[in-house]
């Protein structure tokens, strides 16, 4: 399927936002945090605190830094942090921020999203928590995320990076799909009557096919438009449209940073028809793992947590590093 119409479904028309009735109440109630992650922190990095969802911050193993797409927040992740953290890789620890300009992150110059920047928050975040770090590191984004994390990696920053994983993101059909992403936020409700709603929209527009997800996900993207305007409606809470300027800079030369990043390498896609050339070569030179999740939607990691997650730990498993003791000779044998 094209990248476009698997995205952003640029052949259709978006729904309209629908009235909640009392039949789906129960399904359209938002979920909490808590639910999925231990804690909720506020990280200073720069001009900017951030909002950071956490679970397992005292463990010892791995740890999985989970960068969410334009538009998104770090609950996308929920459903995969709780199984993850739930599965086997209970000793793990799992990190998802709000990006600047999303979610309850909060600052100056909070539209300012170019990747450079969008590197360096992400970057400052881990150092922050993660001082003098020696656990195996593994990044993980999705959409615009996998451009980030792609960055970082490639810029050497972090050490221990053991694993690099881009979730549904090629340079290629990105890049194609600039032109028709302003078409899609102009026919997407500008706003809705209420939480409910724009949870509803998003399931029964096929935004996100996993309603648990959606529930928990959704009212992280939305705000209260008397904020904004004054009406007593939710409208969205990351405005896409100014940073189009952006755009390009995100997807631009992602394919080359992927390939060529020092770490391990992951790539999640809903189907192999988005591999670009430079991909299709080095998926063949084995540069890189794929694995295929046809089922799901653009936003694969709400869609199939539980098969996100099982590949995430799958990945560093058999990726991470291993500590071979020294052997030192025994003095009383010599």
């Known amino acids: 399927m094209d990248f476009r119409q698997h995205i952003f479904k640029a052949h259709n028309i978006p729904l309209p936002p629908p009235e909640s009735t009392a039949d789906d109440t129960e399904q359209l109630t938002p979920l909490k945090w808590s639910g999925y992650f231990e804690s909720q922190q506020a990280i200073a990095v720069g001009d900017t605190t951030f909002n950071v969802y956490s679970s397992g911050l005292s463990n010892t193993g791995p740890i999985f830094v989970l960068h969410h797409g334009a538009g998104h927040s770090g609950l996308t992740f929920g459903l995969v942090a709780r199984h993850i953290l739930t599965g086997s890789a209970s000793n793990c620890t799992v990190v998802a921020p709000d990006a600047r300009d999303h979610g309850?992150?909060?600052?100056?110059?909070?539209?300012?999203?170019?990747?450079?920047?969008?590197?360096?928050?992400?970057?400052?975040?881990?150092?922050?928590?993660?001082?003098?770090?020696?656990?195996?590191?593994?990044?993980?984004?999705?959409?615009?995320?996998?451009?980030?994390?792609?960055?970082?990696?490639?810029?050497?920053?972090?050490?221990?990076?053991?694993?690099?994983?881009?979730?549904?993101?090629?340079?290629?059909?990105?890049?194609?799909?600039?032109?028709?992403?302003?078409?899609?936020?102009?026919?997407?409700?500008?706003?809705?009557?209420?939480?409910?709603?724009?949870?509803?929209?998003?399931?029964?527009?096929?935004?996100?096919?996993?309603?648990?997800?959606?529930?928990?996900?959704?009212?992280t993207l939305v705000v209260p438009a008397a904020k904004y305007d004054g009406s007593p409606s939710w409208t969205w809470r990351t405005q896409l449209l100014p940073t189009e300027e952006y755009w390009h800079g995100w997807y631009s030369g992602l394919s080359k940073t992927f390939v060529s990043a020092p770490t391990a390498k992951l790539l999640v896609l809903a189907g192999t028809d988005r591999l670009d050339k430079e991909l299709l070569i080095a998926q063949m030179q084995g540069k890189f793992q794929l694995e295929l999740l046809p089922a799901a939607g653009h936003t694969i990691q709400e869609d199939l947590p539980n098969r996100v997650g099982d590949a995430i730990v799958s990945f560093w498993r058999r990726n991470q590093r291993v500590n071979i003791p020294i052997r030192r000779p025994d003095p009383h044998l010599s």
Do not use: C, Y
């Open 104 to 219: 309850s992150t909060t600052g100056a110059n909070q539209h300012h999203l170019s990747l450079e920047r969008l590197v360096d928050d992400f970057v400052g975040i881990i150092q922050t928590m993660f001082p003098n770090n020696t656990r195996d590191l593994v990044l993980v984004g999705h959409s615009m995320g996998g451009a980030v994390v792609a960055h970082a990696a490639a810029s050497k920053r972090l050490g221990n990076v053991t694993g690099l994983i881009l979730i549904d993101i090629v340079e290629g059909s990105a890049m194609d799909s600039l032109s028709s992403i302003p078409a899609f936020i102009n026919a997407r409700p500008k706003s809705f009557t209420s939480v409910k709603s724009a949870i509803k929209w998003h399931i029964e527009s096929g935004a996100i096919q996993n309603t648990e997800s959606a529930q928990l996900s959704v009212p």
